[in-house]
């Protein structure tokens, strides 16, 4: 973005194209959409029509991922901008597909270009599908409508087309049986964050007693997100027995489901059978339970802390043996820290697996000289809400360089640009 604004597209156009034709995020989930920033690099510029059509021919076979999601954003943002072919090509592909149970793909970029008429157009084509099977899952209209189309007002006008329009009937009939079903549900948004966590708790152990979790522990199914859960609600007693089990347990990947109910909890004891698993040969499992120790400010942890990343052979596999530092950092240790970051050569995966634990590290132990760590992260993490993170312990610790600074202007993430343009 830096050099576009500088030199325009000269050296970097094939770059960029690459950039609008695959959705170039490292958590596409989470970091949102992109495509207004691509859109801004060749917006107006004469590689325009080549963009536009390498954008529409590869939005014409796309599918449901992430990919086609930003070429058909990339599609509309070019047809409100007056480009014709543009348009007419997101039009065919929204109202050419088969509309079915399964979400309208385009639905949001369509609206965005033709507007109301779009949404009620989408109603339409799904009220078809709920009169072949009125138990059919169609997109409810939460998802089609935001600012600016308020959902009053658009279902408003979508009961009035329902009048003398029998699909948009269907689809709006739908979509009041939905809207009493939610009433009559218990109404949680009052509740108190703490005791509708609780709630949840309690429902989850309810759900998943001990018994239930050391049988999984064995089993083939269910994620370690469910060990994670449990930890988080279990009582003193069932973590101890989570550690009596880890005594006997000798399938590793059984050990490091179980050593995930101290993912977010303190160990109730630093007991022997979780320092035997720190030196496993499972590099999950011994990462696992380093995170576990982590918890615990004591001698012995960060005695292994020092050991383990001041190791020639530290890397990336074992990424959260950083994490031991987090409760037993001490002045210098960043030293060591960021030595054992810069002799690394990673990217991707790697990259942010090392990342998110250092700057997990900077935000525990909150200290200025940690500035360097923060920087590595900031320089070599491919995920921007990361970066973010990075940037904003530097800006706290007033310690962000000026480069940086005038990076996140331009940066892909708006959170980015908005926390650097609003610096004081």
């Not at 990339?74 to 997101?90: F, H, K, T």
């Not at 069932?238 to 101290?262: G, Q, T």
């Not at 030595?339 to 590290?361: K, M």
């Amino acid at each position: 973005m830096m050099h576009v604004q500088e030199h325009g597209l000269d050296g970097v156009e094939d770059l960029v194209l690459a950039a609008c034709l695959e959705n170039q995020t490292y958590d596409r989930q989470c970091e949102g959409s992109r495509a207004v920033w691509i859109y801004s690099l060749f917006k107006g510029t004469p590689a325009h029509p080549r963009f536009a059509a390498a954008i529409l021919a590869a939005m014409i076979s796309s599918t449901d991922d992430y990919d086609g999601d930003q070429q058909r954003e990339l599609a509309s943002l070019m047809g409100r901008d007056g480009d014709l072919e543009a348009a007419a090509a997101l039009r065919a592909f929204v109202w050419g597909q088969a509309f079915s149970a399964d979400r309208v793909l385009g639905a949001r970029p369509i609206r965005n270009l033709d507007g109301l008429p779009a949404i009620v157009e989408i109603a339409r084509r799904l009220g078809k599908v709920l009169q072949q099977d009125p138990e059919a899952w169609v997109d409810p209209l939460d998802y089609l409508v935001d600012d600016p189309f308020p959902f009053d007002e658009v279902f408003a006008e979508l009961k009035r087309v329902a009048a003398c329009d029998e699909a948009v009937a269907a689809y709006v009939a739908k979509e009041e049986a939905e809207r009493i079903a939610s009433s009559n549900r218990p109404d949680w948004s009052k509740e108190d964050p703490a005791a509708s966590a609780r709630r949840r708790g309690d429902a989850f152990m309810q759900d998943n007693p001990l018994d239930t979790i050391l049988a999984a522990a064995t089993s083939k199914s269910g994620g370690r997100g469910r060990f994670m859960q449990f930890g988080r609600w279990a009582s003193e007693d069932d973590l101890n027995r989570i550690l009596d089990r880890l005594r006997i347990e000798s399938e590793p990947e059984a050990c490091e489901k179980l050593l995930w109910a101290f993912r977010r909890r303190q160990l109730p004891r630093l007991d022997e059978c979780v320092w035997a698993l720190a030196c496993h040969s499972a590099a999950d499992v011994r990462n696992a339970a380093a995170v576990a120790l982590s918890h615990t400010s004591d001698p012995r942890v960060r005695e292994l802390a020092l050991e383990r990343v001041g190791a020639p052979g530290f890397s990336s596999d074992y990424a959260e043996e950083l994490d031991l530092f987090k409760n037993n950092y001490q002045p210098g240790d960043e030293t060591l820290i960021l030595a054992a970051l810069e002799r690394q050569t990673v990217d991707g995966d790697e990259a942010h697996y090392l990342g998110t634990c250092a700057i997990d590290i900077c935000n525990s132990a909150d200290s200025p000289a940690l500035a360097g760590v923060a920087e590595w992260v900031y320089r070599t993490n491919p995920c921007a809400i990361c970066r973010r993170r990075a940037v904003e312990k530097l800006q706290e610790w007033h310690r962000l360089p000026p480069h940086i600074a005038a990076e996140c202007r331009f940066d892909a993430l708006e959170d980015l640009r908005k926390l650097v343009h609003e610096q004081p």
